[in-house]
């Protein structure tokens, strides 16, 4: 499975908003593709009507959302009739047909022997379908988050990560645990204090000598 740091793989798909080349439907943007075992999935159902819901919020990030289910694009547009009744908002982001399974298996969400119908695979068949990838602008994956199938994902939490990734990605710094954004950070390790002091006339908090604790850089006020 590709993980932190390595390139995204790149491939062409169909999807509900027509074929893609996944590095050119990139571009400049930063990107979240998350995958679903099968269309017609109780909890991805939640999942997918929220992540629509809050969209927005990714919008403001520059952040471009994607589906994947190894279901026909025609079982996706019934689905989306679905998802719209039973959770108010209906998918407003292309949801990828990877019924030859190419994607799963380049994400090593899938074993490279499946093959078949995709339609005559159980969602149990394809439970590691649940994973969500972060991917920055440069195509290298940042997060990789895998959930079991019987607990829904936290996409508020997404949004935080993406947070401290961008801020992270700016700025040589890194997020404590809980960090929201405006809270205070660390100054990162690759930082020696006669840089930190370059960039911090007014000091750091240090209870360790490894722990440089400053105020968020990037201006953000906590609400």
């Not at 992540?51 to 589906?67: L, N, Q, T, W, Y």
């Not at 990560?161 to 997020?175: E, H, I, N, R, W």
Request: aromatic share 8%.
């Amino acid at each position: 499975m590709p993980t932190i740091g390595d390139t995204a793989p790149d491939f062409d798909v169909e999807t509900t908003e027509g074929k893609i080349n996944f590095h050119d439907w990139i571009g400049e943007s930063w990107a979240v593709l998350f995958s679903h075992p099968r269309d017609f999935t109780p909890v991805c159902t939640t999942e997918l009507g929220y992540m629509a819901s809050i969209k927005p919020e990714f919008d403001k990030r520059g952040v471009k959302i994607i589906g994947l289910s190894v279901d026909p694009l025609d079982n996706h547009e019934k689905w989306a009739s679905d998802i719209a009744e039973t959770q108010g908002t209906a998918p407003n982001f292309p949801m990828i047909a990877d019924t030859d399974f190419n994607v799963s298996k380049l994400y090593g969400m899938l074993p490279a022997d499946v093959e078949g119908d995709p339609t005559e695979r159980t969602p149990a068949e394809n439970g590691t379908l649940r994973n969500v990838f972060a991917i920055g602008p440069d195509k290298k994956i940042k997060l990789v988050l895998i959930y079991p199938m019987t607990t829904g994902r936290n996409f508020d939490e997404v949004l935080r990560v993406l947070d401290s990734l961008q801020l992270t990605a700016k700025y040589a710094v890194a997020t404590p645990a809980q960090w929201q954004p405006g809270e205070d950070v660390i100054i990162a390790g690759s930082v020696t204090n006669e840089q930190a002091a370059e960039k911090y006339p007014d000091g750091w908090e240090e209870p360790r000598p490894y722990i440089r604790i400053v105020q968020d850089p990037s201006g953000v006020k906590i609400s």
